[in-house]
């Protein structure tokens, strides 16, 4: 098993530009987030899937699109970066379809946004 | 918000000691997890305590949790030096889970 993977590893974007961050798991897993990190603060919830079809906000989701159409994929959309969302980006996934389990996490996409 | 909140912040102690670190979180929890994270890596689960739980071991690894004072601690024995990385507590909210701030742990050889 690949586990969870998550493409780019590193992305430059100038201001007001879009982009797709790509996050799969090859586990079955139920739940899948993501999350940002920033120094010094942890790391905070963007959005999450408890499944196929359903999505929720977390913490900080604004400025970030998210859809789940298979139980593989959970790609994170910037609609339109800001310097504020420099950042490095993690996805993970866990079991069932709650948080309240052990989450596998992908070794992260660092972001700048100039 | 961040629910849990690690102490020290920072901690570095010698190869063979043993390491001790502390969360506090705000409100009620179904469970606690910690996570160790390597510079530049993903986290990586360690440990997980229910509510009903007070004590828990894997390997050189010991969580405690006390629900009245709404606090967790993880203790590393015998660190080594490979045990350097950050260390961060991270409570069930119901379908989200709220990560701390962390605690950075050297161990010098």
């Known amino acids: 098993n690949a586990g969870v993977t998550q493409t780019p590893k590193f992305q430059v974007l100038k201001t007001g530009q879009s982009m797709t961050l790509q996050c799969a798991q090859d586990?079955?897993?139920?739940?899948m987030s993501w999350y940002r990190q920033d120094p010094g603060m942890g790391l905070r919830l963007i959005h999450y899937s408890v499944g196929a079809g359903i999505t929720d906000q977390g913490e900080v989701p604004n400025g970030y699109n998210v859809s789940r159409s298979t139980t593989e994929d959970f790609p994170l959309r910037l609609l339109s970066a800001a310097p504020s969302q420099t950042s490095v980006y993690f996805c993970?996934?866990?079991?069932?379809?709650?948080?309240?389990?052990?989450?596998?996490f992908g070794p992260g996409t660092r972001l700048t946004v100039l | 918000s961040q629910q849990g909140e690690e102490d020290p912040q920072a901690l570095s102690i010698q190869e063979g000691e043993n390491a001790t670190m502390n969360c506090s979180y705000k409100?009620?929890?179904?469970?606690l997890q910690w996570y160790r994270q390597n510079s530049g890596r993903g986290l990586v689960h360690l440990i997980l305590i229910r509510s009903n739980e007070r004590e828990k071991h894997s390997g050189r690894l010991r969580v405690t949790l006390d629900t009245s004072k709404k606090s967790s601690s993880l203790l590393i024995t015998a660190s080594r030096a490979a045990d350097t990385a950050s260390y961060f507590c991270a409570t069930d909210g119901g379908n989200d889970m709220r990560f701390g701030a962390g605690t950075r742990l050297t161990v010098k050889p």
């Open positions: 586990m079955n897993h139920e739940y």
């Open positions: 409100t009620s929890i179904n469970n």
């Open positions: 993970a996934s866990s079991y069932s379809g709650r948080a309240a389990n052990e989450q596998f």
